[in-house]
């Protein structure tokens, strides 16, 4: 990997991996064409291989939404930022009016452009789509991809402006063991995880309210569970 980084130092895919390895510092979020080119090339097998893994991510959003909002109406507007092929757009669809997605890689759009749930579907980094979305959703879902970042407080700060009052954000993240008192690290797989500490600062940081961040099982790994968080928070109905 250090030979890779040496030959193309500026490449990111290489950089991030050292990175990853403890090589280089770590970066407060994955480089954009690094997640790019990893989704373009897994789009085809995503949805057999997360079966496999036995991911659930997609269905302990829908779950907490249900528990939030109640049984679906067709009536909110709903973003799904990092929406992949669609696995949680297909869950969310039955509460949405309006359901648009957004992630980063064209392989994995088309394949979520092919499931058919989305209204509309955006190539585009989700904290810059967000952050041109005023008040514009009652529900911001984010679901196994703010792995792909480290620090969340501007994205936080960006789904708030979003969100119209009294809207949600769910999201789900792997989770860091807080004892070291980090808010949140690169792993060695090249993904974030992020401490409770830091999802709780950053909600109250943004103005959001009413948050809830639960322990969960997100898939296997290694036939070994990966420990997650599913957080939600609401922006306040007067703010
Ligand atoms: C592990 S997949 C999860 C997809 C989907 N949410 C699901 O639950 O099946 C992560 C997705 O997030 C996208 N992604 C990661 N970082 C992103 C970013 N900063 N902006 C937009 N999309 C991003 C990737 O391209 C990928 O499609």
Redesign the pocket.
Known sequence: MRRWSELDPEHPGARHRLAALGGLPAPD??P?EY??T???AV?RE??PH?AGLR?R??EL?ADRLAQLVGEPGGSLAVV??????????ALLRPWASTLVG????LG??RRAQRRGCYDVLHK??????LAAQHTAYDVV?????????GDLTE?TTAARGALRPGGWLLA?VEELDGTRGEPWRLTTSGRYAHAEGHLRDITAAAGLVDVRVGRVHLRLEAGLPVEGLLWSARRPLDG
């Open positions: 979020r994955a954009d997640v790019e990893l989704f373009d789009a995503f949805d997360l991911y991510a997609p959003v799904d930022v990092g929406c992949g092929t669609g696995l949680a757009g957004c992630d980063l890689s994995m759009l585009a980094e989700l904290g810059t789509f879902v984010s679901v196994d991809t703010l792995c792909y970042l994205i789900t």
